[in-house]
């Protein structure tokens, strides 16, 4: 239960950023490095309880990589998705006066862009915290976050840059996105991370021990 609760905080400041960074008035580049940068310590936080995932897409590539069991893939991403949700449901309430309309976005590049960037996003996870050619390495958190950050940057002109099914569900409840579009970052996202477990597997099979609960850096080689 420890890790799915860490899932939950993690998820939770995330999305909690997300909302009070781009509710609150923040523009330009506030909003990406904040999102970046409190994903990254969040990762440094609970990577060692839950691997750090704080996001399904990485939850359903961890497992497809086979360092995830069976029996926390549903839980982690449930438990993600709440976080997100609560997440939303404080955002509203400390920034009543808000009143975000939902972006009209093509569907078609916001789809490709939601799928690159998970695929990206989850690759990075994979290769930076799980495999043991990177074993005990520093760098993980920074890793992901720039991703996510280097992300928003990237698409966040053609997408609402989620990257997150528990982001899109978060951003969705608090009127950031439209709800007939969930199913954009659901398709997109959970793709993506799929994908991108089976190219670390393709791309790097030496560097996938036996299945492991966390996805934090390994200690053993």
Same mark, same amino acid.
């Given at each position: ?16 950023? !997300?909302?009070?960074? $781009? ?11 904040? #999102? ?6 969040? #990762?440094?936080?609970? +990577? =060692? !309880?839950?691997?750090? =995932?704080? @996001? ?20 982690? &991403?449930?438990? *993600? ?8 449901? /404080? ?12 972006? @009209? ?13 998970? /695929?990206?996003? $989850?690759?990075?996870?994979? @290769? ?10 520093? /760098? ?12 928003? /940057?990237? %698409? ?19 009127? &950031? ?6 199913? %954009? ?11 991108? +477990? ?14 492991? $609960?966390?996805?934090?850096? *390994?200690?053993?080689?």
């Amino acid at each position: 239960m420890k890790k799915y609760v860490m899932e939950l905080i993690g998820t939770f400041f995330l999305v909690f950023t !997300i909302g009070m960074s $781009v509710l609150a008035g923040g523009s330009g580049v506030i909003p990406p490095l904040a #999102i970046g940068s409190i994903l990254m310590v969040m #990762i440094y936080a609970g +990577g =060692h !309880i839950s691997g750090g =995932h704080f @996001n399904p897409a990485v939850t359903l590539g961890v497992w497809i990589r086979g360092n995830l069991e069976n029996k926390d893939l549903l839980p982690y &991403m449930l438990f *993600q998705i709440a976080g997100g949700a609560i997440a939303a449901v /404080f955002v509203l309430f400390m920034s009543p006066a808000a009143a975000p309309q939902p972006r @009209n976005l093509s569907m078609v590049p916001e789809l490709l862009a939601e799928y690159l960037f998970t /695929f990206a996003l $989850v690759f990075v996870v994979l @290769n930076s915290a799980t495999s043991k050619d990177n074993a005990g390495n520093s /760098f993980y958190g920074l890793a992901i976050g720039f991703t996510v950050l280097a992300g928003a /940057f990237a %698409v966040g002109g053609v997408a609402s840059a989620a990257f997150n099914p528990a982001v899109a569900f978060g951003i969705s409840i608090m009127g &950031m996105s439209a709800w007939s579009k969930i199913w %954009v970052y659901l398709v997109a996202n959970l793709l993506g991370g799929a994908t991108a +477990g089976w190219a670390f597997k393709g791309l790097a099979p030496e560097a996938a021990p036996p299945p492991r $609960v966390s996805a934090a850096p *390994q200690t053993n080689p």
